[in-house]
Structure formats: C-alpha cells, structure tokens
C-alpha cells in the first residue's frame, strides 16, 4: 500500500490530514462562533477559482482572539484577496481603528466589499491596490510612521515574506504582534522535494527559508501553529 504520509493534501489546506477530524473542528468549535458576516463572506468566497487563498477559519479563530489580547488601533494587512482576514479584523479593532490593506488585485477584494459595507467597518480600511514593498516603503519615509503598527497580517506573495519582515520590523511597535500565514505550505516543507507536486515547490523553499530566518530571528518571539496551512506568530520584542 503506497505510503499516503508523504504526500501533500490537496483536499482542502488545512494540515489536519484527516478529513473528519478537520470537519469535526470546524463544526464544533469554529463556524457556531463564526460571526454573520464573516460565514456570508466566506460563502460568496466559496466558488472562486482561488478559493483555497482566503484565510482558514479555524485559523482565523485564533488571530481573532490574538487581536482581542493586543487590542491594536493601527493594523496592517499584506494580502487582501476577498477580505476575510480584513474584516476580521475591522469586526474586532476599535471603531476609531485604522487597517491599511494592500493587495494588488482591487477586483477579489470588492466580491467582500459588500459584505465589509453592510458590517459596517468600511471607514476603518484604506484598501491601497498596489505591490506592497512600494508601500511599505513609502511608509518607513516618514519617520512618524516608524512603530506606528500595532498589528499586522501577511499572507501574500511568499518569495517576499523576509522582504516584508524586515520592513514590518521597522513599522509595528516593539510589543506589536505580525502573523504570517502558509508557512508550512501544506505540509510540504517536512517532504523530500521529489514528493512535493512540481506546482508547489518554489514557494515550498521560500517558506523553508523563510522559518529558517525568522527562526533565528533575535527580534522577534515566535511560535508556528499548525492551524490552516501553517500559522507563524510573531512578537517583536527588540
């Protein structure tokens, strides 16, 4: 019988390789508190062709206590796609609360848009279409800018991860908390290359050596958790 260990899911992309205990978690201790808005969200996301980029619920759970304990008036978002994560993150800062949002395709962020509307938290995102190393560097010009972040969330183009570590370190505030989402890249960073799908293994390597430096990191606290496809939660510390 062929060894189905070492083989990536492509199912769904959490790294729970059982599919009922996936369903199990979900049904029990993730969509009865999923608030309204994000379930509708989630849904209109549903029959997108990439579907599969929004944001894990049952990770999402988890950021959204995180915020709870920060508590940030000033986020960051790398990577928008539809805006689970972003709206998230509205429903759960202050109404005072500003989330800069970056992501360079304004068409996926605009299927949620309704949805961020009718919640209610509109005001609090200034969605830039755009890369986002331009942004964040024209942010660091400006020396107020500078530990202005309480939070930030990254889950975009992951070649750039470290690029955008390196900047983040700069604007999130020394106590602030950055999360970094599929860095274990379903699993595949554990795997010989030669059981990795051709498709996924650039970006395999990057998020190898992505936890390799952050790892090592002296700034920053860390922790990976295996929720979604790989959850890496970082305090800067320094």
């Given at each position: 019988?062929?060894?189905?260990?070492?083989?990536?899911?492509?199912?769904?992309?959490?790294?729970?390789?059982?599919?009922?205990?996936?369903?199990?978690?979900?049904?029990?201790?993730?969509?009865?508190?999923?608030?309204?808005?994000?379930?509708e969200?989630?849904?209109?996301?549903?029959?997108?062709?990439?579907?599969?980029?929004?944001?894990?619920?049952?990770?999402?759970?988890?950021?959204?206590?995180?915020?709870?304990?920060?508590?940030?008036?000033?986020a960051?978002?790398?990577?928008?796609?539809?805006?689970?994560?972003?709206?998230?993150?509205?429903?759960?800062?202050?109404d005072?609360?500003?989330?800069?949002?970056?992501d360079?395709?304004?068409?996926?962020?605009?299927?949620?848009?309704?949805?961020?509307?009718k919640?209610?938290?509109e005001?609090?995102?200034?969605?830039?279409?755009?890369?986002?190393?331009?942004?964040?560097?024209?942010?660091?010009?400006?020396?107020?800018?500078?530990g202005?972040?309480?939070?930030?969330?990254?889950?975009?183009?992951?070649?750039?991860?470290?690029?955008?570590?390196?900047?983040?370190?700069?604007?999130?505030?020394?106590?602030?908390?950055?999360?970094?989402?599929?860095?274990?890249?379903?699993?595949?960073?554990?795997?010989?290359?030669?059981?990795?799908?051709?498709?996924?293994?650039?970006?395999?390597?990057?998020?190898?050596?992505?936890?390799?430096?952050?790892?090592?990191?002296?700034?920053?606290?860390?922790?990976?958790?295996?929720?979604?496809?790989?959850?890496?939660?970082?305090?800067?510390?320094?």
């Amino acid at each position: 019988m062929e060894n189905t260990r070492n083989q990536v899911s492509t199912k769904n992309p959490t790294l729970l390789q059982s599919e009922e205990l996936h369903e199990y978690i979900l049904k029990t201790g993730v969509y009865p508190r999923e608030p309204n808005a994000l379930k509708e969200l989630r849904i209109a996301t549903a029959n997108h062709p990439m579907a599969f980029m929004g944001t894990a619920p049952d990770a999402g759970q988890l950021m959204a206590m995180l915020l709870k304990l920060v508590n940030p008036k000033n986020a960051i978002e790398i990577g928008v796609f539809t805006g689970y994560s972003l709206l998230l993150t509205a429903l759960t800062i202050p109404d005072y609360g500003k989330i800069t949002a970056i992501d360079i395709n304004r068409k996926a962020y605009e299927i949620g848009l309704p949805i961020i509307k009718k919640a209610g938290v509109e005001h609090k995102i200034d969605f830039i279409e755009s890369p986002a190393l331009p942004i964040l560097d024209k942010l660091l010009e400006n020396p107020e800018k500078e530990g202005s972040f309480d939070f930030a969330f990254v889950d975009a183009d992951k070649n750039n991860y470290w690029n955008y570590h390196k900047r983040l370190m700069k604007l999130v505030k020394i106590g602030g908390m950055v999360i970094y989402d599929n860095t274990l890249w379903g699993g595949s960073v554990a795997l010989r290359e030669e059981d990795v799908p051709e498709a996924k293994r650039e970006w395999r390597q990057c998020a190898i050596e992505f936890n390799k430096l952050i790892s090592a990191d002296p700034r920053v606290e860390m922790s990976q958790v295996p929720l979604g496809d790989g959850v890496t939660i970082c305090r800067r510390v320094c």
